[in-house]
Structure formats: C-alpha cells, structure tokens
C-alpha cells in the first residue's frame, strides 16, 4: 500500500518568512496530492491540491510542487502571518474512476507549524 | 451550504461496549470516508463508501468495526466491544462524485475508558 513520510515535523519560523513542508510517497499510481491545515480541536481544511498532470499550482500565497519521477511534493507557503499556525497534513491517493483501489487517501503525520510574530 | 455533520462530538463508553457514530454528508455528495486520527498523527483511512456500497474497506482494523450507508446518504461507523486502544478522534469526509476533493466533518471523539 501507500506510505507517505512527511517533514520536518515541526517548523517555526517568523511572521513574514517562508516555510516549506516536504511529503514523499512510495506508489507511483497515486495522482491526487491534497493538503489540509488542521487548527487545534478543528476538522482538517483542504488549502490546496495537485493532480499528477500538473507540477506545480499556486494560490495566492500557497503553492504546491510535484516532481512525479521523485515521488515527492512540497507545500509552500510566502509572507506567513500567525494566523497560518495550525498543522499541515499532506496526503497521496488515486482519483482514477473504475479503479477499485481509488478512493482512500494516505496521510502524512503532520507538520506543526508556528508562526511567531 | 452544510458542511459535514456528525454525532456526536464526543463519547465516552467503558471497554467491552458498543458504539455507534454518525456522519451526515454534504448533500448531494456520493461518495463517503470514514478515518480515525490519533493524537499527534494523520487520519488513517478505515472505509470509503461510493453510494450505498463500501468500495473500499482495508482500512477497518478487525471485524469489530463495521460501516452501513443505507440509502446512500448517512453512514453509522458501529465498533463493537470497544476497547481502549480504539480511543481516537473518528473523522468522516464526503466528496461530489468520488474519489475526489474531500471535505472533512468535525469529528467524533472517541474515549474508552
């Protein structure tokens, strides 16, 4: 099955900076690449996602990376404000209808990351 | 509109005792996923449901766990005898037509003492 390595595990960096969080993972068949941001006590939020067709997808001042033959993505965040402190979740999974693999994502266990002002 | 929905936020239950734990989709969504996150860790996939039938269930430990979606729109995750290393927070996500973007409900919190 899939398995999805995640780091660092924490990351604190100063109001204004970048940070950038790391994910690889080990099935070549997985194509869709979300990443959540999960506030204390809160559901996981999809900030944004890469398909496999697509190496790298920005919005506003996050943007994701994917290097396929790598088997691995990165999530980039500019300008980080305290209110982006949360933890990120990445994850792999297939979204290729018919296939009865499809469906189930894979999680990385998280990065904490902690913006200080 | 709604978001994901499940009840209830929080249960506590004794080791051996049986549980049910309820997700409501967003309306119109097909596609229905239960994961279960422990302190510290991602959710780890436990069942994935397309419809009314589980295309996908290699997630569920052991036979004490089971997941119904009836009509095609609330899934009941049903854990039997529970034990206290099945204390966790229960998460369910549902997506438009399946696999695809998922959104995520607010979570059970599981406790067994």
């Known amino acids: 099955g899939e398995n999805v390595e995640q780091h660092p595990s924490t990351l604190s960096v100063q109001e204004g900076d970048s940070a950038v969080i790391k994910c690889t993972y080990s099935?070549?068949?997985?194509?869709?690449f979300p990443w959540y941001k999960q506030e204390l006590g809160k559901r996981p939020q999809l900030i944004i996602d890469i398909r496999s067709n697509v190496g790298e997808k920005k919005d506003q001042r996050i943007a994701v990376t994917l290097n396929k033959t790598a088997k691995h993505f990165s999530l980039h965040i500019t300008e980080t404000q305290p209110e982006d402190s949360a933890v990120y979740f990445c994850?792999?999974?297939?979204?290729?209808?018919?296939?009865?693999?499809?469906?189930?994502?894979?999680f990385g266990d998280g990065t904490t990351l902690t913006v200080k002002p | 509109g709604a978001g994901v929905s499940q009840t209830p936020s929080n249960k506590v239950t004794e080791k051996g005792k049986y549980v049910e734990l309820r997700c409501d989709p967003i309306s119109g969504h097909t596609a229905l996923y239960w994961y279960r996150q422990s302190l510290g860790q991602g959710p780890e996939f436990l069942i994935y449901f397309q419809g009314t039938g589980a295309a996908d269930d290699s997630g569920l430990p052991n036979d004490r766990f089971f997941a119904v979606r009836p009509e095609g729109s609330v899934s009941t995750l049903k854990i039997q005898r529970t034990e206290r290393g099945d204390s966790a927070v229960y998460l369910c996500?549902?997506?438009?037509?399946?696999?695809?973007?998922?959104?995520f409900g607010p979570g059970t919190r599981l406790t067994v003492l």
């Open positions: 099935d070549s068949a997985s194509n869709y």
């Open positions: 994850a792999a999974g297939r979204v290729a209808r018919g296939n009865t693999n499809a469906g189930k994502s894979t």
């Open positions: 996500a549902s997506s438009l037509t399946g696999p695809d973007t998922q959104y």
